[in-house]
């Protein structure tokens, strides 16, 4: 098996350039994750956002978690478990309009330092689909303006912790799926591991490490690709020791973007080769909601049945 792709930024910078774009375009197309660190948050800021992560979950979450359990009986099951997930989450959202002042539960402090990571990761998200265009051979820009519908994209984050499982072998911690959006920058705890990926149908971990932040393909970048790059099915398999956090950002279109393969990289294709269908991203989401864990590629063909039957614009540009 191919070792799971790490990328360090500040090799974009030298001679090793090439070679690194070379990383990135491979696990674009090959893995649908990949690893970056020297991203330009720095590691002090981060040990801070997880030690109020971690203090938060234990003062707000984990008492309701534990009742949670016990309400449904969860610690002495004797069979799989298929319609839950082991993990207490909550949701932040900062784009187009930011929701944070209205969490509850969010002390001062670590809203500020939420606020201001959401700010580093939205900048480094950009950073990451422009070295995609440069990848594919689209010009600079044209992923973000494929996200921004009439108000800009949408931009959120699942905080995530992952308690210890009595039964690791009967409930997941997160069940098997593909993320429906655009770019994922996942922020995950790197003593206790569990992320797996399918990759040549097998589940391959995706290696914890401090300060990196690990990076997805969503079905929106698949469907703009033509397919050249692919979503991949992830899973979070629950541990009996440890309490895994993770943090996932999601860069996705807005709302009333409209999705559909870029015009450049379809005429470069093959007659034969299938083209991935138009849509508005919310109805994709409407669609994804229901279907969350199931296969991708329903979805899309449901999408296709959709474009047939209503009139779809241009995308918007900035």
Request: net charge negative; charged share 30%.
């Amino acid at each position: 098996m191919a070792t799971f792709p790490v990328i360090n930024m500040e090799n974009l910078n030298g001679e090793e350039r090439a070679a690194t774009m070379d990383i990135i375009k491979d696990a674009c197309e090959n893995w649908g994750f990949f690893e970056v660190v020297n991203h330009g948050i720095s590691n002090e800021f981060m040990d801070t956002v997880e030690r109020l992560t971690k203090e938060h979950y234990k003062k707000c979450m984990e008492q309701r978690f534990r009742e949670m359990v016990e309400s449904k009986g969860l610690e002495a099951v004797q069979t799989e478990i298929t319609d839950l997930d082991w993990e207490s989450t909550f949701f932040l959202r900062h784009l187009p309009v930011s929701n944070i002042s209205e969490v509850p539960d969010l002390d001062d402090e670590y809203r500020k330092v939420m606020k201001e990571f959401a700010l580093q990761l939205e900048k480094l998200a950009e950073q990451l689909l422009d070295l995609l265009c440069e990848n594919l051979g689209l010009e600079k820009g044209y992923l973000k303006t494929a996200f921004y519908g009439s108000k800009g994209p949408t931009f959120g984050t699942k905080v995530s912790n992952y308690p210890p499982c009595p039964r690791p072998e009967l409930i997941k911690g997160l069940r098997a799926h593909t993320d429906a959006g655009g770019i994922i920058l996942l922020f995950q705890d790197d003593k206790v591991s569990g992320l797996q990926l399918l990759k040549d149908d097998e589940w391959v971990d995706v290696p914890p490490m401090r300060h990196s932040i690990v990076i997805n393909i969503g079905d929106q970048l698949e469907v703009i690709t033509n397919g050249k790059y692919k979503s991949v099915m992830h899973r979070v398999i629950a541990q009996p020791d440890g309490n895994r956090m993770s943090i996932a950002s999601f860069y996705n279109p807005g709302s009333d973007a409209v999705i559909y393969p870029a015009p450049a990289l379809v005429e470069k294709e093959s007659e034969d080769k299938k083209i991935y269908p138009k849509f508005v991203f919310e109805d994709y989401m409407k669609l994804y909601a229901g279907l969350k864990f199931e296969a991708k590629e329903p979805r899309f063909e449901a999408m296709k049945a959709v474009e047939s039957t209503i009139n779809l614009g241009p995308i918007a540009t900035v």
